[in-house]
């Protein structure tokens, strides 16, 4: 079992920001798929952002341009920064590891924008 554990969460203002924080148990940490996922009250868990093994990032469209991944392979940890954060973001923001047999979530942080 691999363990994920999300830290950075808080509250912030409309148009603030926030770096989210990802940290793997996982000696294999460089092979896993990584994703960050969200979920607010009534609302299905979305894709916000994932970041392959080879680096390729992909980005929900409400998020692009003000959201960016990377991962320090090294660290095995997968950060998550945020900017121009909107209302809309409020919300659970959950880690995950994925390779082709197995999948890992974290236990959620939580963000909250509002004034």
Known sequence: QVQLVESGG?????????????????????????GWYRQSPGNPREMVATLSQYGIPQYADSVKG???VS???AKRTFTLQMTGLKPEDTAVYYCNSRVPQFSYWGQGTQVTVSS
């Open 71 to 73: 991962r320090d392979n």
């Open 10 to 34: 808080g509250s912030v203002q409309p148009g603030g920001s926030l770096r989210l924080l990802c940290a793997s148990s996982s000696a294999a940490f460089r092979v896993y798929d990584m």
């Open 66 to 68: 003000r959201f960016t």
